[in-house]
């Protein structure tokens, strides 16, 4: 019996020390999270409904103020009202040719010039790497495609839709505009266009609902509390700079 009580007690002092070895391993596992306490009276839980409301409608507020400003605004090639301006927004460059997206507002904007819609055409975009340059590709781009260049105006810092509206009152006096840009972002470029005192209709641009479309239309939703902020604050773009006189010299040259 003697045997066999030293063997149990081998057996207990050995199980001990398993278990004090794995304690210290036990005690750093990560604790699972607490479950969620919903509320438990009617006051409280009237309380969450009100406040899950609340973060919808300011959720959704920005895209409501945009697609409102919008309304009444949006207009196709053949009956937008006739302006002296048409603004084209840059929309990324593909070994140093307008992507194709950015080709499709171009095409736009040359059948606006075509049709006597537009007088001059306003090609906002990036350039602030000398290695890009939305600007120059969007100019020749209209060029090979019938538009004067004498009738093309460039504004180099056109760094977002924000910044492009900003500099086309403020820098370029442009007070009335055709803006042309996909259907994703059209109500947003006249929102803030309108926000910066620029009185505009959209030409929206038809694409194939596809990856990219898809891709535009969730940013879009993201943007538009950007949008917002921008239009209540009125920042300063982040490049202001000096009027210049292009657009007015293009409008002369066309009066001629």
Known sequence: MTGVRDVRARLRTTLRRARSKAAPRLSRLPRLPRPVRL???PRARRRAVQAVMLGTVLALAPATWMHLSADGRLRTTADVPAQDVAVVFGAGLLKGRPTPYLAHRLDTAAELYRSGKVKVVLVT???SRIEYDEPDAMRAYLTERGVPDGRIVS???GF???DSCVRAKK???VDRAVLVTQDFHIRRAVALCGAAGVEAYGVKVVEPHDSVFYYGGVRELAAAGKAALDAALKPDPQFLGD???G???ALASAAE
């Open 171 to 173: 820098i370029f006096g």
């Open 160 to 162: 977002d839709t924000w």
């Open 243 to 245: 009027r210049e006189p």
């Open 125 to 127: 975009g990036d350039n």
């Open 247 to 249: 657009v007015r010299r």
């Open 39 to 41: 509320p438990r009276t």
């Open 155 to 157: 504004d180099y810092a």
